[in-house]
C-alpha cells in the first residue's frame, strides 16, 4: 500500500514538472522581452510629478514634435515638448527626443550644445550632460544631457542651475527604464 502511494506521488510531481507546473520550468524573461517599443513609450505622464518644479512654475503646452531650437536634429522615433509658464508667461520647457541610434542621440545633443560655449559640463545626471547659469541677460538655467537612447533638454526660466539640475536627475531616473536596453 505504501509503495503505491509513493508510485502515486512521484507520477504527480513528475505530471507537474512536465506541464510547467514547477516555478523552475517557467521561461526566462530579460529586459529586451519587455521593452516597450521607443514610439510606444507615453512620456507625458514622465515629465512633470509632484514636486518637480520650483514654486511658481507650473506646465503649459504639450506638443509632439521636435521644438524650432532643434529643427536640424536627426529626426526621432518619438518627441516630446512641454512647456512650462510662471504667471502666465513662457518659462521653459523639458524636450525629450527618443532615437533607436546611438549616433542619432549624440547628433541631437551636438547640435543643441554647440561648441559648449557659456556651458560646463554637468555631473550626476544622463550619460553626458552640459549646464547653462542663468545671468543677467539670460535669466533661464539650463541642463542638456543624454541617457542611452534619449536626448533631454531642460530649461527654467528664474530658477537656480540647482533647481534644473534637481529635477533633471529626477526625469533621468524616471527615464532610464524604459530608454535604455
Known sequence: MRASRLVILITILLALAACGGSPAAAPPTSNAQAAVPLVDIDLAPLLIQSGDLPTGLS??????????GLKGAPTPAKAIDQRF???????????????????????????????????????????TARAWLPSDILPRARVAFTRCHAYIDVTFGQASIDEVTAYAKRLDQRLQPLVCR
Open 59 to 68: 506646465g503649459a503646452q504639450v506638443k509632439d514634435i521636435v521644438p524650432p
Open 85 to 127: 509658464q510662471h504667471n502666465g508667461n513662457n518659462a521653459g520647457g523639458v524636450v525629450v527626443l527618443l532615437y533607436e541610434a546611438s549616433a542619432d542621440v549624440e547628433s541631437a545633443f551636438s547640435l543643441a550644445v554647440g561648441e559648449g560655449k557659456n556651458s560646463e559640463p554637468q555631473y550626476g545626471v544622463g550619460d
